[in-house]
């Protein structure tokens, strides 16, 4: 299943109400919640710090890569996106531990 969220707020909530990701990807640049505060919230949640996070963006500015499974630069194909999704999923597959 995919959800798609407008924000970063509404990604949070997602994470913390629903049932837990198997992967996010994530834009940096989102209103409310920016994809980096968002991944230090996850990062500081332990039921959430293990669920992968694909990066995509178009920024130039530099950023700490090592936190996430992936980082895309667009333009992002649709075919290399799912190839780097699928490549994420099984090096992170098993069961998610708390």
Known sequence: M??????????????????????????????????LEFASELASNAATRKI????????????DERPFAAVLHKPVTADHMAFVVEQTLKRHAGPQST
């Open 52 to 63: 992968p996070i694909v990066v995509v963006t178009g920024s130039i500015d530099q950023f």
């Open 2 to 35: 995919v959800e798609v969220a407008p924000d970063g707020l509404s990604v949070l909530h997602l994470v913390e109400e629903g049932p837990r990701p198997q992967l996010i990807v994530l834009d940096l640049v989102l209103p409310h919640v920016g994809g």
